[in-house]
Nanobody, 121 residues
């Protein structure tokens, strides 16, 4: 069994910063690509950023230069540093990870429960 738990969501003013965390736990053998997604009310879930186990990153155009994804492989934890936040960044942010457990050699994608980020004055 694997769990992904996000934290760090909050209400913040435009121009402010937040740092989200995603901690993976359970019978983990290895974690491959990790990613942050977000879903605003009434909209589809969109990819925000990805990071490989080797540290290669990719970002959605809408967050390039403002958000930074990182991970600590020793702690099975991923982060999203969000700066210069805008009202349009308001959404539920979800953690996603491609994981191989100790029970099977297959890779499965797991989701966290989400954390709310609200950018408003």
């Amino acid at each position: 069994q694997v769990q992904l738990v996000e934290s760090g969501g909050a209400l913040v003013q435009p121009g402010g910063s937040l740092r989200l965390s995603c901690a993976a736990s359970g019978s983990i053998f290895s974690i491959y690509v990790m990613a942050w997604y977000r879903q605003a009310p009434g909209k589809q879930r969109d990819l925000v950023a990805t990071i490989t186990s080797g540290g290669s990153t990719n970002y959605a155009d809408s967050v390039k230069g403002r958000f930074t994804i990182s991970r600590d492989n020793a702690k099975n934890t991923m982060y999203l540093q969000m700066n210069s936040l805008k009202p349009e960044d308001t959404a539920v942010y979800y953690c996603n990870a491609e994981i191989v457990t100790t029970a099977t050699p297959r890779r499965y994608r797991y989701w966290g429960q989400g954390t709310q980020v609200t950018v408003s004055s």
